[in-house]
């Protein structure tokens, strides 16, 4: 029987690991780690997860660790925060070019300086063209499906994936969390099956150097297995439901027949916009919600179908590409651009480092949205002193001193 | 939906006193969620934590601060004169002081509803924390259910037993006889 607990988001990416059956589990235990690890060495000393726990020096080995323990043909698994994340990156990209479906979990948090405990999507979108599968949890109980889900696709298209869990918001608040049966689990996650295994009696080279004339296609097969992993998730989002009793979909949608205005939202500050839709419905404007929760691959056709002929379209995003816009409204621009009926979008930059992104934010932006006539790139939501609105025109940005005189 | 903050110092167990609320409360069915402000904790520096409770008919739950919560608990007294507790809080809604002084005493407006119980006092008898540093979420929460009735007092000893990780049956004494010995003044 599955049981219903009172769990954090940590602690479920916990359960979500030892659910999946992860062999080995390699992380660095010290700042910026979260609790996931320190239930998952509690778990694996107990005997109760029968896996392998590793502790390293930082993320870089640990995500080296995960990518010796699945070239093996272990099913591994990581998790981090952060700056974790950003020191991790070099070893994102060989458990990509390896090949290996090794699955983590990002507890979402601003990037230092200044430090911070508190959410916002730059980490993880920082690696957005690494080529690992991203999900958004908006929940405690996605931040443990979801790490079953990934392994799932992860383990069909030879693909590492990354799920996405908003610092503090999710990671540190305690709601119900149904856990899953493991046989249920089990017969939704067979065991995984490598292609090749660490064998003395059978040697072969891994990671060696690739001339012009076979890497072009290495990449190739890397993209063509990412576009298939946008189908391989409906499909293992609906057996999810058939198995585990809740199907997950790469967009959510709601309120969406009729709107004219949909406001897209990924993570857990979607709690906030789907009631603020629901609000605005009662004061009679046409509005929904689409969620975002594949990143990569990014369900173009599903966003291209489901926003053509709206009226507006207004993009809130957690982060910020500085120089150019939210990241989400850039992706999403970018999937329209072209096509029949594209909707004019609205890029809101909201809740940078933690900043609360209420109820009232987001019916902000719908005041906001319905009157402005021209979409911007990059409109501030909450930024002290500042309206909603783009970029100030009379910023007193200080010059930078001539270079003798900083001498 | 009910929101509720609980104003402690370190060392007290505010943190575990909302977890110990939700708990009651997700154990008789409701949608909960409990968080602490997260900070810098040291012991005896103020700590706040938070609570969601459901009520039947919510269907949709969001993420985001609480800044006017329906109900209090203090766990300090001394902190409704230096860390502003009564902020943001709904009309009507109950302060539940750890103090031994009279509800009246503590010069709390009239728009709010004020129960105090001896949290320290209990603790101490039942040996929980130091004499000096007594570990007082149980019995304030024993106070709380008494005030509010959200969750029952059974709920809630089933919730202890749930969530403190010592002297359980110690707390389960503490919870009950503060649920006993609670003083309540009804203002509005």
């Known amino acids: 029987m599955p049981e219903r607990l009172l769990l954090t988001g940590n602690h479920a990416a916990a359960y979500g690991a030892m659910l999946s059956k992860a062999e080995v589990i390699s992380a660095y235990p010290i700042t910026p780690q979260t609790m996931i690890v320190e239930l998952l060495s509690e778990l694996t000393a107990s005997g109760r997860m029968p896996a392998k726990f590793i502790t390293v020096e930082s993320e870089h080995s640990a995500m080296a660790a995960c990518v010796g323990a699945s070239s093996a043909g272990a099913r591994a698994y990581t998790a981090t ?100 049966d493991q046989d249920a689990v089990d017969a939704y996650l067979p065991k995984f099956e490598p292609l090749y295994d660490l064998d003395p009696a059978q040697p072969r080279a891994y990671g060696g150097l690739v001339n012009r004339d076979h890497y072009f296609e290495l990449r190739y097969k890397i993209y063509e297995n990412m576009d298939r992993a946008g189908q391989l998730l409906v499909e293992a989002g609906e057996e999810f439901g058939d198995v585990l009793g809740h199907k997950y979909t790469p967009l959510e949608g709601y309120l969406l027949d009729d709107a004219e205005y949909v406001f897209v939202s990924a993570g857990a ?30 369900p173009i056709d599903g966003i291209r179908s489901i926003l053509a002929g709206r009226r507006k379209v207004a993009v809130l995003d957690r982060n910020m590409s500085a120089g150019h816009s939210g990241i989400f409204a850039e992706e999403i621009r970018s999937a329209l651009l072209g096509q029949p009926d594209a909707p004019p979008v609205y890029g809101y930059i909201v809740g940078i480092g933690g900043r609360d992104v ?23 939501v909450g930024v002290k002193g500042l309206p909603i609105g783009p970029l100030r025109k009379d910023a007193s940005i200080r010059p930078l001193q001539p270079l003798e005189v900083m001498r | ?13 505010a943190v575990v006193a909302s977890k110990t609320l939700a708990q009651a409360a997700f154990q008789a069915g409701r949608y909960v969620q409990s968080y602490p402000d997260y900070g810098v904790e ?102 709380f259910v008494r005030a509010t009735s959200i969750v029952s007092l059974d709920d809630l000893l089933t919730a202890i037993d749930h969530e403190v990780p010592v002297k359980v049956e110690e707390n389960r004494m503490a919870a009950t006889e503060a649920f006993e010995q609670t003083q309540l003044e009804v203002t509005v």
């Not at chain 1, 500050?269 to 990014?298: C, H, W, Y």
């Not at chain 2, 929101?3 to 007290?12: A, C, F, P, S």
């Open chain 1, 81 to 180: 925060s952060g700056q974790g994340l950003a020191l991790m990156h070099e070893m994102l990209h060989w458990a990509v070019g390896a090949r290996l479906p090794i699955v983590l979990t990002n507890v979402s948090r601003a990037m230092a300086p200044g430090w911070s405990i508190w959410c916002d999507q730059n980490d993880i979108l920082s690696q957005r063209d690494v080529g690992w599968m991203m999900l958004f949890a908006e929940s405690v109980q996605e931040a443990q499906d979801f790490i079953i889900w990934m392994y799932r696709v992860a383990e069909q298209v030879f693909l590492p994936g990354m799920v996405g869990m908003d610092a503090f918001i999710l990671s540190h608040t305690a709601e119900p969390l149904i856990v899953h």
């Open chain 1, 269 to 298: 500050m979607t709690s906030n916009v789907r009631q603020a839709v629901r609000d605005m419905r009662e004061k009679g404007i046409k509005a929904g919600l689409l969620r975002v929760i594949a990143f990569r691959p990014f």
């Open chain 2, 1 to 13: 939906m009910i929101e509720l903050r609980i104003h402690g110092r370190g060392g007290q167990g």
């Open chain 1, 358 to 380: 209420r109820v009232e934010t987001a019916m902000d932006i719908c005041d906001d949205v319905l009157v402005r006539e021209e979409p911007e790139m990059a409109l501030f």
């Open chain 2, 42 to 143: 040291r012991r005896g520096a103020p700590v706040v934590a938070f609570a969601r409770i459901a009520e039947p008919g919510d269907d949709l739950f969001v993420r985001q601060d609480i800044r006017e919560p329906h109900h209090l608990l203090i766990l300090d007294s001394t902190l409704l004169d230096s860390a502003n507790p009564l902020a943001g809080l709904r009309n009507g809604g109950w302060v539940v002081v750890n103090t031994s002084d009279p509800p009246d005493s503590l010069g709390i407006v009239p728009r709010f509803r004020v129960a105090t119980v001896d949290a320290s006092e209990i603790a101490r008898r039942h040996q929980l924390g130091t004499a000096a540093q007594p570990v007082v979420n149980t019995a304030i929460l024993g106070a």
